[in-house]
């Protein structure tokens, strides 16, 4: 059984930044791809940032530039750093996880607001 366990939301002032992390039960290199997706209220879940195994990133238009996905050498750790955030990007933030099955994590909660 895959666990994904997301850290590092709060609440944030425009402009500010934070770190999410998403820690694995098993190594993050033996997924093809790993992401982070987020749900925000009233609205559909939508694809944020991607890794694949290989390194290749991927990012929605409206965090480009913002928003950096990485991972850990260890193989344990997928994070996304958020940088000068804005108030729609206020949402539950969830970890994705994919092989032959998408695994999901209990998400973490991002609130941007002064």
């Known amino acids: 059984q895959v666990q994904l366990v997301e850290s590092g939301g709060g609440l944030v002032q425009p402009g500010g930044s934070l770190r999410l992390s998403c820690a694995a039960s098993?190594?993050?290199?033996?997924?093809?791809?790993m992401g982070w997706y987020r749900q925000a209220p009233g609205k559909q879940r939508e694809l944020v940032a991607l890794i694949s195994s290989g390194g290749w990133t991927n990012y929605a238009d409206s965090v480009k530039g913002r928003f950096t996905i990485s991972r850990d050498n260890a193989g344990k750790t997928v994070y996304l750093q958020m940088n000068s955030l804005k108030s729609e990007d206020t949402a539950v933030y969830y970890c994705?996880?994919?092989?032959?099955?998408?695994?999901w994590g209990q998400g973490t909660q991002v609130t941007v607001s002064s």
């Open positions: 098993r190594s993050i290199f033996s997924f093809n791809v």
């Open positions: 994705n996880a994919r092989d032959s099955q998408y695994y």
